[in-house]
């Protein structure tokens, strides 16, 4: 059963991340090695399904969390995990809901986040284990420790992939300066980015679920993904078919496996390119040239566009004069130059990145 007030997995493991008081408090219980049930939230339903213990109504604190889980029976909080509603109630939720769990405590949260729509915690007594009950499925809270050595773990593959990204991306620009790209060159960028984008969702609900424990690994973590964004919407407005928009190829790659991920073709297939099948790997291919212009410094990514939509192929802004520039809507004599400027600088660098 569902509610209009339920929460999503991950915005409950923020709510109990560490640094909150809710974490503080279950730590506590975990240390006094008492168990405790908690819910999170607080309505009509979940008021119709308790019995006995008292009403409160008191600041959430991780003492009281602490007192009030002594006490046999379950804590009822509100869904911000301000206030304390009830204590010492026994939970009695319809018994027909199944429940995978064994042991009272266990089954009982898990039917009742089911039956309200409420994620519920489980401290577990005997295993020192906590358990969120949100969304149909059991997650346990991890000690911040193993969760920390797996971000790192995951940074470092992280890292290791952003390195290939940008020596790829790079040997793409002195490609497209040469007019040598290949269906092959720009599903390799894609592969990477995707990979990244991945392993980077991965570490957003780490650093979560990690609180203010994870706060530099946050930071790491923004650095090494920081323009790679852009970085996507420029290779596919580059390339893209004319019928074909970035929300379809991210719809698409969304269904890709990550073994097949590894598959070229797959990923050219996603992006209408290399014929039906994807397998045309060596086809010839054409920038729009957004993708190096947006490497140019000091050059607003407005006149970027206006420039790439008049000409509509890199191979033309590289051949255009400063007058010729100058031409395009919004852009000014000194614009003109930055592009001009710009691309030769650009060009020079592949040059002596391939021959130097
Ligand atoms: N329906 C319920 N409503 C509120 N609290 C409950 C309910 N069922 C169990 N509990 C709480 O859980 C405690 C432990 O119950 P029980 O030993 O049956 O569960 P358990 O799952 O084996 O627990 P643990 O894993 O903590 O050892 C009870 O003393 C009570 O405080």
Known sequence: MTNAHARSLRD?????????????????????????????????????????????????????????????????????????????????????????EAGMRHRTAERV????????????????????????????????????????QALAILERYTTRLARTSSGLDTLEIEDMVTVRDVATVLQLLEMVRRIASDIDDYVIELGTDGRLLALQHEELTRGLMAEREFLLSDYLPADLDTATVDARLKWVGAPALLDLAMVARSMGLGGPDGQDLDASLSPRGLRLMSKIPRLPLVTAREIAEHWGSLQGILGATVEELQAVDGVGARRARTVRDGLSRLAEASLIDRFG
């Open 113 to 152: 986040a089911r039956q309200t729509g409420y994620p519920v915690l489980s401290v577990s007594q005997s295993m020192q284990i906590i358990s969120l009950y949100v969304d149909g499925i059991r997650h346990v809270i991890e000690p911040s420790e193993a969760i920390l050595a797996r971000t790192n």
């Open 12 to 100: 409950t493991l923020a709510l109990i991340a560490p640094g909150t008081v809710l974490r503080d408090g279950l730590e506590r219980i975990l240390r006094g090695r008492t168990g405790a049930i908690i819910v999170l939230g607080f309505d009509e339903t979940v008021e119709a399904i308790s019995s006995g213990g008292f009403t409160l109504d008191v600041e959430l604190s991780a003492a009281r969390l602490r007192e009030l889980s002594k006490m046999d029976g379950a804590v009822v909080i509100d869904r911000d995990a301000n206030r304390i509603r009830l204590a010492n109630v026994q939970l009695m939720p319809n018994s027909s809901i199944e429940t995978s």
